[in-house]
């Protein structure tokens, strides 16, 4: 059983990305308004948020290649919306689940992937004999307070079975270094790689691999210089996972890093 949540006496030093800072625990500001009409309505940078194959397959696919995650594997999706990157990973014979706070999202699901998407993470859990093999928060932390973080990774500790893969929007002291990250009323942390690397070291993860570019998972904004981070992550106590990305293949990230095309790399065996 997963424990309580539990937002921890830890401090972590940061400037909020914006004035009214509001917290990915609030549910009720992820609404129609902000998955359909975020541009029009200045809540976020959404608008007709709707299943689009031709982008969301392709970015499952990249996902498993990078982890290596086998067929069957059960993947947390951990802001998941509408479902769809569960949907295409379900596509592609991954046992993907997904959660997500807000109550428009879930309830606007894709029909095909709705009996895997709730805002009760123990159900996940009991579905999956408390075992989660990967995780994927795309998008989501920056919407959190650091504290809220920290107690969510330190919680799931004892279930993550290989790697998380984080990916966040970089920026200084509150700052985004793409501006139009700006935008979205509920973002709050804008801070650098080793801000991140930091927290998740602190929560008790070891940092497989952090950059600033990982090609194909966020496309429109690989040329920007320190746009986005990609982290992956790993319980520290964790053995050598026999699933996944090893730790030798590090190497291919830190090329693909360089702008190498990680595809024509081969990943060590793990």
């Given at each position: 059983?997963?424990?309580?949540?539990?937002?921890?006496?830890?401090?972590?030093?940061?400037?909020?990305?914006?004035?009214?800072?509001?917290?990915?625990?609030?549910?009720?500001?992820?609404?129609?308004?902000?998955?359909?009409?975020?541009?029009?309505?200045?809540?976020?940078?959404?608008?007709?948020?709707?299943?689009?194959?031709?982008?969301?397959?392709?970015?499952?696919?990249?996902?498993?290649?990078?982890?290596?995650?086998?067929?069957?594997?059960?993947?947390?999706?951990?802001?998941?919306?509408?479902?769809?990157?569960?949907?295409?990973?379900?596509?592609?014979?991954?046992?993907?689940?997904?959660?997500?706070?807000?109550?428009?999202?879930?309830?606007?699901?894709?029909?095909?992937?709705?009996?895997?998407?709730?805002?009760?993470?123990?159900?996940?859990?009991?579905?999956?004999?408390?075992?989660?093999?990967?995780?994927?928060?795309?998008?989501?932390?920056?919407?959190?307070?650091?504290?809220?973080?920290?107690?969510?990774?330190?919680?799931?500790?004892?279930?993550?079975?290989?790697?998380?893969?984080?990916?966040?929007?970089?920026?200084?002291?509150?700052?985004?270094?793409?501006?139009?990250?700006?935008?979205?009323?509920?973002?709050?942390?804008?801070?650098n790689l080793d801000w991140w690397k930091h927290l998740f070291t602190t929560a008790g993860y070891q940092i497989h691999f952090a950059g600033t570019q990982l090609p194909g998972l966020k496309p429109n904004w690989e040329k920007v210089q320190n746009g986005n981070g990609f982290f992956i992550i790993a319980p520290k106590d964790a053995r050598r996972m026999t699933m996944g990305l090893s730790i030798s293949s590090q190497e291919s990230f830190a090329n693909a890093q360089?702008?190498?095309?990680?595809?024509?790399?081969?990943?060590?065996?793990?």
């Amino acid at each position: 059983m997963i424990a309580p949540a539990r937002i921890q006496e830890v401090k972590f030093d940061f400037v909020p990305a914006n004035e009214a800072v509001i917290s990915e625990t609030d549910p009720q500001f992820y609404d129609e308004d902000y998955f359909e009409r975020g541009l029009i309505t200045g809540k976020s940078l959404y608008t007709n948020y709707r299943w689009l194959p031709e982008l969301t397959l392709p970015l499952a696919h990249r996902i498993i290649r990078y982890l290596k995650i086998p067929p069957g594997s059960t993947v947390l999706d951990y802001g998941c919306a509408k479902g769809y990157l569960v949907k295409a990973l379900r596509l592609l014979d991954i046992n993907a689940w997904g959660f997500d706070i807000s109550e428009y999202a879930l309830k606007s699901c894709d029909e095909d992937v709705r009996p895997y998407c709730t805002n009760q993470l123990e159900d996940i859990l009991v579905q999956n004999q408390n075992v989660i093999h990967y995780m994927i928060a795309k998008d989501v932390f920056e919407h959190m307070q650091p504290a809220e973080i920290y107690s969510l990774l330190t919680r799931l500790l004892p279930f993550i079975q290989n790697q998380i893969l984080i990916i966040v929007p970089l920026g200084e002291r509150g700052r985004y270094h793409i501006p139009a990250y700006q935008l979205d009323r509920s973002h709050v942390i804008a801070e650098n790689l080793d801000w991140w690397k930091h927290l998740f070291t602190t929560a008790g993860y070891q940092i497989h691999f952090a950059g600033t570019q990982l090609p194909g998972l966020k496309p429109n904004w690989e040329k920007v210089q320190n746009g986005n981070g990609f982290f992956i992550i790993a319980p520290k106590d964790a053995r050598r996972m026999t699933m996944g990305l090893s730790i030798s293949s590090q190497e291919s990230f830190a090329n693909a890093q360089n702008g190498n095309d990680i595809e024509q790399n081969r990943y060590a065996n793990p």
